[in-house]
Each structure stands twice: as C-alpha cells, then as structure tokens.
C-alpha cells in the first residue's frame, strides 16, 4: 500500500490536474450512470455536500429516519453547517421508514412562512444502525415515487452501496436457488 501511494501519480485536485483522482471520478460515474461524480474525503463531507445542494434554501427541511448515520453520527452537520432542519421518523427494524408515516411529516411549500419547506427525503443504504440491512430496490423506488410526487429531491447516504450491492446479489442468488 505505502509503495502504491509513494509511487502514484499525483497532482493538484483543486486545478482538475491529479490524474488518479479524476480517473476514480470517472469510473464511479460511469458505474451508476451519472454524468459527473466528486471524490471527498469522507461520507460525511459527501452527504453534508448533498443535502446543502438539494436543500439549497437555507431553513429548508430534510425527512430522514430517527437511527439514520446522518442524524446520528454526523455532528449535526446539516443543521449547524448547512442551515438544513431534520425531521426526523421512526426507523423501522429493517432501515425502512413507514410510508405513509413519510407521506404525513412532508410539510406543503405553498404552506405557513412559520415553518420550514421540505425539499429532500434521505435513505441509507445499507441501514448501519439496523445491523447493515439493505434497502430494497422496490422500497427505494416507492419513496422515490413520494418524493416526485410532492416535487422532493431523494438522497441515499450510500457509504456502504457496494455492501448493498453484493448483499443484494446475494439476496437475488438466494432466492433463485
């Protein structure tokens, strides 16, 4: 590993010169069909950049589950950094959140100016505190439905996605067999 790093190509990132670093940002783009990806040094830097994009009102809200990584471990960073309030609901056993209990805390935009407007509904995938589960492709689309339905952006904290990954090939392989 020491020898990789002493002899790999580096350069100035901020610029766009360091070759390894856009080679990775490529690759993970062309991995989950995006047009552009951006390496950070940490899950929690790439999830605060997130719901600051999404919530690019400051005051805006995020639903998000109650044991989800974001609210739980990273240092209140979207409301203290990002300006971003988290609403939070109960995270079921499995990682999930009740849909309709999602559907009921989406505050309306053309609503009150006595409360925050929700602008983004995050997941994580796979679920740490729910012992690393993966969130289903159908359960993930239907809160996707959710948010497009009420104009919301989605976001999946994804610092585990090639545990998801293979844990749902693995899951897929199974059921098969």
Known sequence: ???????????????????????????MAKMFGKEAALFVPSGTMGNLICVMVHCDVRGSEVILGDTCHI??????????????????IRNEE?????????????????????YPSTRLICLENTHANSGGR???????DRVGEIAKRHGLKLHIDGARIFNASTLDNTLLCMSRC
């Open 134 to 140: 993966c969130l289903s492709a159908e359960y993930t």
């Open 94 to 114: 499995d990682g999930t959140m009740d849909l309709m209990a999602i559907e009921a805390a989406i505050r309306d935009p053309k609503g009150s100016t006595f």
């Open 1 to 27: 590993m020491r020898e990789a790093m002493c002899s790999a190509e580096v350069d100035d990132d901020i610029l766009g010169y360091d070759p390894i670093a856009r080679r990775l940002e490529e690759e």
């Open 71 to 88: 609210h739980v471990y990273e240092n209140g960073g979207i409301s203290t950094i990002g300006g971003v309030h988290p609403k939070t």
